[in-house]
Structure formats: structure tokens, C-alpha cells
């Protein structure tokens, strides 16, 4: 025990307190994605198939659910890093017990990371497996697909962890939800490709992580990668991520250290 890494601890302790609340968890993240494909391959997908046959060369539920599966990770690395990192620190103050024991500042943020981490994985996962039972997957290549939707939701996961570590309130949550996240899961790039935006509207949707993400989740799923476009919006992503864990670094210090 003595040689683990101390950030192991933290973990730990979100690994326990999810024992209360996986099985409603696990439900949800089994429903959503059945009910979207659902909801995408009977209702709008069969209109939009009738009318325009295929898009970008694929059926329309086809074309969707990669990008679905991005975005439900940008949704859980979001929820992940904004309500539960003020309640840790302000409310329920389960940072500053840990801080009363051996572990430091960065144990305590590298801990929570790798919880969130575990549960990108796993909502990943179980969405790519229902991609596969729906048979929406065309290539081995969708295994790719996972770390893909990993990374994404690392990209969202460690600035909001980083911007969540300096709130005093959990007003400007309600903001990022309302006019960040919800924006991004409709114009960049799920439903429909971005060349349908207008020309002053696109450059910003190619800019943002969800689109980057969105690309490399579904030319895994379609088989159809490129090894340098792949790259390239992995690197992005991973940059994004980067960037996020070395902020976050700061702002737990500066909050966390009186």
C-alpha cells in the first residue's frame, strides 16, 4: 500500500461513493443512446433517408451516431468536472479531508481525473456497444472510436475542472450548460455537416473541441480515417487536454492551499 501512488486515495473515494449511485448511472447511460439511435433510425433518419437517400455517402442514423457518442461525452466530462468539484471544495469539503491526510494538491486533482476518466470509459464503451448491436459500425477501425470519445470528453473535462476549482457560486454552470454545451451538441457537426452552416459561422464551429471530436469519433466508426486528419484533431484534442490539467494544477493550489 505504502508504494501506491497517493493519487490512487482519491480515486478511491470516488470509486466508493459511485457504489451508491451506479445502477442508476449505468441505466441511464444504457437508455440515452438506445433511445437517441431510436429515435434517429425510426423517426428523423427514415424521413431524412426518404427525401434526400443518403448523407455524405451513408444513411443518416449512420452518419448521427458517431456523433452522438461524442457528445455524450462532452456531457459527462462536463457534469463531471463542474457540480461535483464546487461541492468538494465548498460544500461538502471531501478535498480539504483529503488534504488532512498525505495526499497533496496534485493527488487530489489527478485522483478526480482518473474517476472521470473511468467513467468516459465506461459511457463510451456501453454507447460504441449498442453502435455495434444497431450494426452501425462498418469497420474493426471503430475500436478506435473509444479512446477517441476518451479524449474528447478530457478536453472538456480538465477546463471545466480547472475553471470549476475558482467559483465562489454554481450560477455560471447553469451558463456554460445553457449557452455552451447545448450550442456545441447542435451546430458542430453531429446532425448535420458544418459546410450547411453559413460561411461567417463555420470557422468557429471548426474551432471547437465537440467538432474535432465528433470527426475523428466518426471516421473511426466509418472506417474511412485518415491517418493525418486523424492526427491533427487528435492532437487538438490532447492539447485542450493538456492545457486544462496545467491550469487546473494552478487553481486547486491557489484554492485549496490557505
Known sequence: M????????????WAFRYKRTWRSSMTVSFLEPLLYLAAMGIGLGTLVDHHVHQVQGVSYLTFVAPGLLASATMQVGVSESTYPVM???????????????????????????????????????????????????RSWEAVFALPAAILTGLAFSTPMVAFSATQEKDGAFAVIYRFGVV???????????VTRLPGWLQPVALATPLYHGVALCRSAVLGDASLGASIGHAAYLAALA????????????RRLVV
Not at 2 to 13: C, D, K, N
Not at 183 to 193: A, K, Q, R, T, V
Not at 242 to 253: E, N
Open 183 to 193: 450550442p456545441l451538441f447542435l451546430f458542430s457537426g453531429i446532425f448535420f455537416p
Open 2 to 13: 505504502a508504494t501506491r501512488p497517493l493519487w490512487l486515495r482519491s480515486f478511491g473515494y
Open 87 to 137: 461541492g468538494a471544495i465548498k460544500w461538502v469539503k471531501t478535498y480539504h479531508a483529503m488534504l488532512a491526510t498525505p495526499l497533496r494538491v496534485v493527488d487530489v486533482l489527478r485522483g478526480h481525473l482518473a474517476w472521470i476518466v473511468l467513467r468516459l470509459t465506461v459511457v463510451s464503451g456501453v454507447f460504441l456497444g449498442i453502435l455495434a448491436a444497431f450494426g452501425l459500425t
Open 242 to 253: 493538456a492545457a486544462g490539467y496545467a491550469v487546473a494544477r494552478v487553481t486547486y493550489r
